[in-house]
């Protein structure tokens, strides 16, 4: 069946601007987590949705990054006022229950100018 | 301290060798734990779970040891496709349901 898909692969944005990255987790997972990833070095986990529980948002770095998840599906993590610091690649991932092993998507390739 | 802790490596290794790789967790009511493999400019992916009684899948083998809080994966007769970061997982556990991934740990094998 299909997997966790992300769009897009790749995004380069200039300094300042606000990105969206999409994620598409596996269908009936209710689980679903983001994760950065910089170069040569290990995940970093920003947030996890469980069903209509509110939102883990332990692990994003300022107010400058959100989530959203709509209808327990599709979630979109939006970075405002992008900083070069933001480059990295970040990947989604989903499970059927949080305990349960994860899913991850390709994950998005974020460069910012 | 770190909650789930790797030798960063690299290991090198030649082909056919074994080699293994411990990952230590600080949270002593850790209830699951994982082993997956990143290969390079690619997402992780689940390689295989390690149940307590230790679990062996093809030439891999994982266990667990409770009691010194570690876990190790073992790999026999090394293929130049074993190549990747490995990941130590875990599950906290304790209402924590988030899985903890360790840095990784990269193993190189050459012919």
């Known amino acids: 069946g299909a997997g966790v898909s992300q769009s897009p692969s790749n995004k380069v944005t200039e300094k300042g601007k606000d990105v969206e990255l999409r994620c598409d987790p596996i269908s009936g997972h209710t689980a679903l987590y983001w994760y950065r990833q910089s170069l040569g070095q290990g995940l970093e986990f920003l947030i996890y949705f469980q069903g209509n529980s509110a939102p883990d948002k332990s692990g994003l770095p300022s107010d400058r990054f959100s989530a959203e998840r709509t209808g327990g599906s599709v979630s979109t993590l939006t970075i405002q006022r992008t900083q070069q610091e933001d480059s990295a690649v970040y990947l989604c991932a989903s499970s059927p229950i949080p305990t349960d092993t994860q899913y991850f998507g390709p994950g998005t390739r974020l460069t910012v100018l | 301290r770190k909650e789930v802790e790797q030798d960063p490596g690299p290991f090198n290794v030649p082909e056919g060798a074994t080699v293994a790789f411990n990952c230590t967790y600080s949270n002593s009511a850790s209830q699951s734990f994982f082993w997956y493999r990143q290969d390079c400019r690619k997402e992780p992916k689940l390689l295989m779970s390690?149940?307590?009684s230790g679990n062996e899948d093809g030439r891999f083998t994982a266990q667990l040891n409770r009691a010194s809080q570690y876990i190790s994966l073992l790999i026999r007769d090394s293929k130049l496709s074993d190549s990747a970061t490995y990941l130590c997982v875990v599950l906290p556990g304790g209402g924590y349901n988030k899985l903890i991934f360790g840095a990784g740990t990269r193993l190189a094998v050459h012919p």
């Open positions: 390690v149940y307590s």
